[in-house]
């Protein structure tokens, strides 16, 4: 295959997927991952496509869509899991948490290893990590209206279910963060992470850095009003500072929580 006929399906692949991987895209054309990358490091030079982390994004979708829980599962890999491991640390036994949709909550199952620990959620995909991994753990599906784009159970039922169940630490993830406003693309899983944020005495943000600064469609809740934004270390130092001034953020693990994955 010519390299203007490779770039063309590369191109068209991107954007009829939304999310491709590098992998993907070298198992489908039979060509070596430098070659793969080189293609897409061109692409994104000429403002077609959106370069991330181990593969590429298709700016149309980007503008346009939301990206489905499993699209995402291809995004910032990296960099979720390193967010996910912090999430991880900051939690202790015996305690009720709230684990939000998103596919950094969906990590944290790897890297927990405590005893005893009741786990509450509405997404699908993060109890049934949970269920395969952590047998011992008690778990709390909140069930509702399947909403099949995040995986995630919302509306009032989740909120009449949420509203009678305390929990110690509440971690959501968000679509963006712009300034004290925290935000997601629908209104009824806003509405519905909202509540479970007000059940928990301590309230936590899991954004990767590509999330700040970064508008969607809904603000569900402010900044401010949470004990903390756990997000990675990619984060740009003046952008860190800006959220530093509104709550308290956390970007890696101190010495004390790697011990706890030894």
Known sequence: MLKNERVATILSTVNQSGVVTVQELVDALNVSSMTIRRDLDELEQEHQIIRIHGGAQSRHFSDKQEA????????????????????????????????????????????????????????????????????????????????????????????????NIKMHKAFVGVNGINGNSIMNANSDEGQTQSIALDQSQEKFVVADHSKLDRNDFYTFYQLDRCDGLITDQDVDPQVLKRYQKITHVFTSLDKKQKERFA
């Open 68 to 163: 489905s829980y499993i699209q995402k599962r291809k995004l910032h890999v990296t960099e979720k899991s390193s967010i996910a491991q912090r999430v991880a640390g900051m939690i202790d036994e015996n305690e009720t948490i709230f684990l939000g949709p998103g596919t950094t909550n969906e990590l944290v199952s790897k890297y927990l290893k405590l005893t005893n620990l009741r786990i509450v959620t509405n997404s699908l995909p993060v109890f049934e990590r949970f269920r395969d991994e952590h047998g011992s753990y008690e778990l709390c599906l909140v069930g509702g209206t399947y909403r099949e784009r995040s995986g995630a159970f919302i509306g009032s039922l989740a909120i009449e279910l949420l509203k």
